[in-house]
């Protein structure tokens, strides 16, 4: 019944073609392609979630002014017949979308991002070797490089992850930000030559990481920040499950809080992998 109702659905959407991600119509025709298979040969598309529940143990950008997401309960069924709450939080915390007009003026603000540039094919590279050794490591041209050897070209409007190995510190924020004595944050990113290297000889759509920042933690200027947002492109930190993807191949989807000028804000990212 799924794979009639799945094929009903891809037949309707093929006809709006020009409103889909490259991404997700190769997933759609995946799926139809499937429909006609007998059921012990069809394989299953898996959906990972990349984002962290929100809570007051959630990391967020150590910065004055910024604090803990606070919940409070307004009403209880027992007491009201309802329960409900209400939140605060900064929108640098936890899983997160940082968009265009975070480090730069006359960009986009989150809600001004269209369903569109929120969709993509996902490529994952992984450094975690490297962050071992050194937790100030930076992405390298040569690490994309690596990974195109393997993997292929990056292809066009690709949102591009770094799996870092840092999301074995989620839930310990003074280990996951690691401050030294003199307070400056150790933690892994991207390089500005790998970040230029992304942008513009390969065009990516954007860039996502499981730390807290797409630049270093030693970072004072924050250079991957620029590059992107100065191109009108945003990025997401404090990614979940990065180690569950693979290098290429998953179709990520992005839905950001939608706050009317906002500087990004919490995220639900989930990633769709054909079978
Ligand atoms: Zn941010």
Redesign the pocket.
């Known amino acids: 019944m799924r794979y009639i109702l799945l094929g009903i659905i891809v037949s309707f959407l093929l006809s709006s073609r020009p409103c889909l991600s490259e991404g997700v119509l190769e997933l759609l025709q995946e799926g139809k392609a499937q429909a006609s298979l007998a059921p012990s040969e069809r394989r299953m598309v898996q959906v990972i979630d990349l984002t962290y529940p929100l809570n007051e143990k959630n990391a967020y950008?150590p910065g004055p002014s910024y604090g803990p997401f606070k919940y409070e309960v307004l009403a209880s069924i027992e007491k009201h017949g309802a329960f409900s709450g209400r939140y605060s939080t900064p929108e640098?915390l936890g899983t997160?979308l940082?968009a265009p007009n975070?480090f730069e003026p006359f960009q986009p603000s989150v809600d001004q991002l269209t369903l569109n540039d929120l969709i993509g094919p996902a490529v994952v590279i992984d450094i975690c070797q490297k962050t071992i050794l050194d937790p100030d490591y930076a992405l390298q041209v040569e690490d994309v490089v690596e990974w195109e050897t393997k993997h292929g070209t990056l292809p066009p409007n690709s949102i591009v992850l770094i799996h870092t190995g840092w999301g074995q510190r989620w839930g310990d924020y003074e280990k996951y930000k690691n401050a030294d004595a003199q307070g400056t944050l150790h933690f892994p990113g991207y390089s500005k030559e790998a970040a230029l290297f992304l942008a513009e000889k390969r065009q990516v759509k954007a860039v996502g990481i499981d730390t807290l920042s797409v630049d270093p933690g030693i970072s004072k200027d924050f250079p991957t920040h620029h590059v992107f947002n100065s191109r009108g492109r945003w990025m997401l930190?404090n990614l979940a499950n990065i180690e569950k993807l693979p290098p290429k191949g998953a179709t990520l989807i992005v839905a950001p809080i939608k706050i009317e000028g906002g500087s990004?804000g919490q995220a639900r990212v989930w990633a769709i992998i054909p079978p």
């Open positions: 950008w640098h997160h940082d975070h930190e990004g």
